[in-house]
T-cell receptor, first 116, second 111 residues
Framework: SQTIHQWPATLVQPVGSPLSLECTVEGTSNPNLYWYRQAAGRGLQLLFY??????ISSEVPQNLSASRPQDRQFILSSKKLLLSDSGFYLC???????????????FGSGTRLTVV | GIQVEQSPPDLILQEGANSTLRCNFSDSVNNLQWFHQNPWGQLINLFY???GTKQNGRLSATTVATERYSLLYISSSQTTDSGVYFC?????????????FGEGTQLTVNP
């Protein structure tokens, strides 16, 4: 079965500093990859998704960007963080090939970002 | 885009009670999942259930795709069941591009 690694688990960053969150996937190939954010409260918002290396679709205009330099690596970045970027960031994988046949989405353990 | 509504938004139970959580969605789906978000924030997949009925221990789920709803049943609830339960769907028309979440049901099970 596939496993998603996210790091760091928690992060406190000052306003205006850069950001880099990394997500790597094991146990599958050619997955679709996703970045979600959960702000205070419950809702999960899709930020970016990727169907392949170098292919990024952005869902909402914002201060963040994403990159997929390798098949199983997805990176979320910012050049200058805003207070509103605080939240819980989750990476997800779906529709990979190989391994167990599973059509659902699998999520990583998340990164809790606090911008101060 | 597809809309996902969950009810109730909050639910408080005594240990041992049963409960039913509901998820309504506004369009045809090819994926529906129920998740439990634990106190550390991790989303634990409970069921992949775009249609039909599944059971896993004290939990079971039913999706009636033609009527656009899904139900999650929790029997003999335990304090460890506390947390937020999310329903999430992938619309058929945007297959592969996203999972759309409801706002969740906050479940509290008291001893």
């Amino acid at each position: 079965s596939q496993t998603i690694h996210q790091w760091p688990a928690t992060l406190v960053q000052p306003v205006g500093s850069p950001l880099s969150l990394e997500c790597t996937v094991e146990g599958t190939s050619n997955p679709n990859l996703y970045w979600y954010r959960q702000a205070a409260g419950r809702g999960l918002q899709l930020l970016f998704y990727s169907v392949g290396i170098g292919q990024i679709s952005s869902e909402v205009p914002q201060n963040l960007s994403a990159s997929r330099p390798q098949d199983r690596q997805f990176i979320l970045s910012s050049k200058k963080l805003l207070l509103s970027d605080s939240g819980f960031y989750l990476c997800a994988s779906a529709r990979g090939t190989g391994g167990d046949l599973y059509y659902g989405y699998t999520f990583g353990s998340g990164t809790r970002l606090t911008v101060v | 885009g597809i809309q996902v509504e969950q009810s109730p938004p909050d639910l408080i139970l005594q240990e041992g009670a049963n409960s039913t959580l509901r998820c309504n969605f506004s369009d045809s789906v090819n994926n529906l999942q129920w998740f439990h978000q634990n106190p550390w924030g991790q989303l634990i997949n409970l069921f992949y259930i775009p249609s039909g009925t599944k059971q896993n221990g004290r939990l079971s789920a039913t999706t009636v795709a033609t009527e656009r709803y899904s139900l999650l049943y929790i029997s003999s609830s335990q304090t460890t069941d506390s947390g937020v339960y999310f329903c999430a769907v992938e619309a058929r028309e945007t297959s592969g591009s996203r999972l759309t979440f409801g706002e969740g049901t906050q479940l509290t099970v008291n001893p």
